[in-house]
Nanobody, 113 residues
Framework: QVQLVESGGGLVQPGGSLRLSCAASGSFFSHYNMAWYRQAPGKQRELVATITVTGSTNYADSVKGRFTISRDNAKNTLYLQMNSLKPEDTAVYYC???????WGQGTQVTVSS
């Protein structure tokens, strides 16, 4: 019922910033809780941030204060603003909808000097 397409990943130096976007198709975006996950090489996929249908947000301790999740229901788009990036943020970042029901294909973020 929904397709998710991530964009905005790339190579950035430590301390830099990136903004990821997730464009969603379908008619029920505003009714879905949304989330960003990430998976680094050799590690399990981990939850980065969530945003509910009412706009309530939660963050992993490792990104709290540096990352901001937001949504624009009129544009069917989810965002992740990433500031003060660290090498340990390097991972493939995945958009998720409806409490793990739908997944995007991911976008690579590499933080390196």
């Amino acid at each position: 019922q929904v397709q998710l397409v991530e964009s905005g990943g790339g190579l950035v130096q430590p301390g830099g910033s990136l903004r990821l976007s997730c464009a969603a198709s379908g008619s029920f975006f505003s009714h879905y809780n949304m989330a960003w996950y990430r998976q680094a090489p050799g590690k399990q996929r981990e939850l980065v941030a969530t945003i509910t249908v009412t706009g309530s947000t939660n963050y992993a301790d490792s990104v709290k204060g540096r990352f901001t999740i937001s949504r624009d229901n009129a544009k069917n788009t989810l965002y992740l603003q990433m500031n003060s990036l660290k090498p340990e943020d390097t991972a493939v970042y995945y958009c998720n909808a409806d409490d793990t029901r739908f997944w995007g294909q991911g976008t690579q973020v590499t933080v390196s000097s």
